[in-house]
């Protein structure tokens, strides 16, 4: 049986290393993960005292239309229920979008690296790629709105950008939606939302009124600390959001995630902490960074790109001997260097007694 032609050149999606593989490969007792971006503070205790309340009624479908959560996300954003897309995490989203408005003979745009997620679903859908690359890990704008033509559909922003974690400023987003076609959806996938230094925030939702075509991409995985139940959603008119509710999965979200992320908004004090300690230990790391001599990218995410003099493989190595898994940029399209999420003030600490040694012997 032959899968569609374009499966020929496609692979699927290489995960971090796992913790516990690593565990019994290396003969180690203790890992440290920062590879994927996860909250190092865990999640809200509030979720985890609710969670055994959620146990009966397993065998039930969840409410597909997840109208809980659907309503105290659309107070918590000030928008209307019909809104909102809910997604077995924001992965999920992209997928919706791309078999929703991609097709043989439609393109889509996106920077480079950025998450590899647009590119592979829109593959998928039988589209053309038009990849512009990013200027000192920021979207080139201008360029992307240069590519877009008659056959474009999507253009993904993703806004802090994954791997570089740099942010689209506020005006010169309003500058690309202003010149975008209104016809040419606008994808700003804000993954890492919450941790955007709320002097620069660019309350997005704000301007949804005036630009229809725009679509906003955010999740629980990322600052909320779930991850592992897959909640995520789009933000977007009432008129794409029917469409994207005909393409969605009847019931795509579990009530266990539903309501685990219903939990998660109303903690506010969690977030808080996370916003907080991810802040200081970022600058504490910038800061170590520019005395051991490596550059980095801007980063309003939760992880920082270090640029390297040798290549990404030998840091992650490195480290994954001593204990800490990090991403090496080989798998992100940017062989010299490494993505690392910021860890607690503990992790970070050792981290960088580590990447000093190694600077030390290359
Ligand atoms: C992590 C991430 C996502 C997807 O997260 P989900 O767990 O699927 O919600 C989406 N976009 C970017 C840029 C990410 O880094």
Known sequence: MEAKQVFKNMSPYTPGKQIEDV??????????????????????????????????????????????????????????????????????????????????????????????????????????????????????????????????KIVWLCSPNNPTGSLIPKGELIHFLEGCPANVLVVLDEAYYEYIDRDKNPNSVSLLDKYPNLVILRTFSKAYGLANLRVGYGIASVEITKFLNITRGPFNTTTISQLSALTAIKDTDFLEHTYNENMTNKLKFMDFCNEAGLKYYDSEANFLFVKLPTSGDQLFDYLLKNGFIVRSGEALGHPKGVRITIGSSENMEELQTLIKNYLATV
Do not use: W
């Open 23 to 152: 565990k019994k490969e290396l003969g180690l007792s203790k890992i440290i993960k920062l590879a994927s971006n996860e909250n190092p503070f865990g999640y809200s205790e509030k979720v985890r005292e609710s969670i055994p309340n959620m146990l009966d009624g397993l065998e039930i479908y969840p409410d597909g239309y997840a109208k809980a959560l659907r309503e105290e996300l659309a107070l918590h954003l000030g928008v209307k229920e019909e809104q909102l897309t809910f997604g077995s995490g924001s992965d999920e989203v992209v997928d919706i979008l791309c078999r929703t408005y991609l097709e043989k003979g439609t393109n889509t745009i996106m920077a480079t690296p950025t998450f590899p997620q647009y590119k592979h679903n829109a593959l998928i859908q039988g589209a053309e790629i038009i990849e512009v690359p990013l200027i000192n890990g920021y979207h080139d704008l201008p360029s992307m709105l240069n590519a877009v033509n008659q056959e474009t």
